[in-house]
């Protein structure tokens, strides 16, 4: 397969030498079986280190405009985001939404390991936001183990609202990378076999949701807003604050 040959030669490897990233506690990812791996998401390239921390594959949810980009480009981004084994997700909501839901399940049925960032998107700002309850559904559903993951100092590799990663620096005329060691921290298996069946109750669905938020707080140390990520980049865009909207009690922002 392309993604074992990926990362076994090429990515894997570059990425060690590179970057020496910290990884603790990948014990707690089963060596055989499904398991759903949540994540905190401060940086693209948590996508890439997240990966080559585990021997074994990993499935991620990607953006759908991956696979639906014009042209000879568009097409190979596709191919590759594909051949890596990203699936698209349709992130306006609705039907779309649960359709790639039902993917992430077919793959834990078939005994796979799948990737989900629970706030929906990269946090503006390195905070940890509040989590959507589709994880909750996945992970009531499914039945299996799942494992919180923290990616700890990837927003220093590619700032919030930086489009492109800040890998490297010049110095002299010498291309060198940036002397930033991130970590990839995973943490104990988490149990909701106790709400088998409600998958359908809103109030178990934001517990549960909760509950993975809490431990993603606790194993990378991050503050936690009671707020969407989506919503927090939406006041920062429009130069308002995120702190102040809280404060005053925006319902409608959380």
Do not use: W
């Not at 390239?45 to 639906?68: G, W």
């Not at 909501?93 to 790639?100: E, N």
């Amino acid at each position: 397969m392309l993604y074992l040959f990926l990362r076994r030669f090429l990515v894997a490897p570059l990425v060690k030498l590179l970057f020496r990233p910290k990884v603790t506690g990948v014990e707690h990812v089963p060596t055989t079986g499904p398991a759903l791996l949540v994540s905190n998401h401060l940086a693209f390239c948590d996508s890439i280190f997240l990966p080559v921390s585990v021997p074994r594959q990993i499935v991620f949810p990607a953006k759908s405009e991956y696979f639906t980009g014009p042209g000879l480009k568009g097409k190979l981004v596709a191919t590759f985001f594909r051949s890596v084994g990203q699936i698209p997700i349709d992130r306006s909501g609705g039907r779309a939404s649960l359709a790639a839901l039902n993917t992430g399940l077919r793959i834990l049925e078939e005994g796979g390991l799948f990737g989900i960032y629970p706030e929906g998107t990269r946090s503006p700002d390195g905070r940890l936001y509040k989590g959507k309850t589709g994880v909750a559904r996945m992970a009531i559903v499914a039945g299996v183990p799942v494992i919180p993951v923290a990616m700890i100092d990837t927003e220093k590799l590619q700032p919030p609202g930086k489009i492109r990663p800040n890998f490297f620096y010049r110095e002299k005329g010498r291309l060198l990378p940036r002397l930033v060691r991130p970590g990839v921290a995973f943490g104990k298996p988490l149990d909701f076999s106790r709400y088998e069946g409600m998958e359908r109750d809103r109030f178990v669905l934001r517990s549960v949701t909760d509950e993975i938020m809490y431990a993603l707080m606790e194993l990378s140390g991050q503050e936690y807003v009671d707020m969407y990520a989506d919503k927090a980049k939406e006041l920062i865009k429009a130069g308002e604050s995120v702190d102040e909207h809280l404060r005053l009690g925006d319902t409608k922002a959380s």
